[in-house]
């Protein structure tokens, strides 16, 4: 079992949608949370990042972390065509050695 | 703006050859990691250092060799080629607000 769980999708919405992107870790150790967004041909972008539990927001972007029951999530408001990306969860220790990605979920907004 | 900077971006070779991918990076960060993206399995860790001189194994580190002689550089050997390595290979570097990990734009590696 990955240490980081993600449903690689393909998830396909309409312009305008609320957009919830999942994933679940096993390691009680990680502290620090992130979202990657990446393009097509592209190396990967952080979006957001957590530290522990709670929410964080930026702009159109909520990123959410429960920590009782290790799920992360990312919530995209008013989607966007140029939202379309693999959007890819990451959790990271505090001693912060190794970094641990989900397989990534492939978003695409339909205009 | 360079960033991280890895070379070559396209390569094809030869199941037993060896090649080294490159990897510099600009913003005098002392942890830098190479990582493998492949269909369906995201993201996976192959070696990683915490500075100049100290490198230590991540996920899949087999098949893999690294040094960090300098900050700047992280290249990425590959001893004798598999078809099992064909890949999108990754470098990135991480400092600064949130430990920010920031990627290089990928080399997408295929062995025949």
């Known amino acids: 079992q990955k240490e980081v769980e993600q449903d690689p999708g393909p998830l396909s919405v309409p312009e305008g949608a609320i957009v919830s992107l999942n994933c679940t870790y096993s390691?009680?150790?990680?502290?620090?949370f992130m979202w990657y967004r990446q393009y097509s041909r592209k190396g990967p972008e952080l979006l957001m990042y957590?530290?522990?539990?709670g929410n964080k927001e930026d702009g159109r972007f909520t990123a959410q972390v429960d920590k009782s029951s290790k799920y992360i999530s990312l919530f995209i408001r008013d989607s966007q065509p140029s939202d379309s990306a693999t959007y890819l969860c990451?959790?990271?220790?505090?001693?912060?050695?190794?970094?641990?990605f989900g397989a990534g979920t492939r978003l695409f907004v339909k205009a | 703006n360079a960033g991280v900077t890895q070379t070559p971006k396209f390569q094809v070779l030869k199941t037993g050859q060896s090649m080294t991918l490159q990897c510099a990076q600009d913003?005098?960060?002392?942890?830098m990691s190479w990582y493998r993206q492949d269909p369906g399995m995201g993201l996976r860790l192959i070696h990683y250092?915490?500075?100049?001189?100290?490198?230590d194994q991540g996920e899949v580190p087999n098949g893999y060799n690294v040094s960090r002689s300098t900050t700047e550089d992280f290249p990425l050997r590959l001893l004798s080629a598999a078809p099992s390595q064909t890949s999108v290979y990754f470098c990135?570097?991480?400092?600064?607000?949130?430990?920010?990990?920031?990627f290089g734009e990928g080399s997408w590696l295929t062995v025949v």
């Open positions: 390691n009680s150790a990680f502290q620090y």
């Open positions: 250092s915490v500075g100049a001189g100290i490198t």
């Open positions: 913003m005098n960060h002392e942890y």
């Open positions: 990135a570097s991480r400092g600064g607000r949130g430990n920010t990990i920031y």
């Open positions: 957590t530290y522990s539990s």
């Open positions: 990451a959790s990271q220790d505090t001693g912060g050695f190794k970094t641990i």
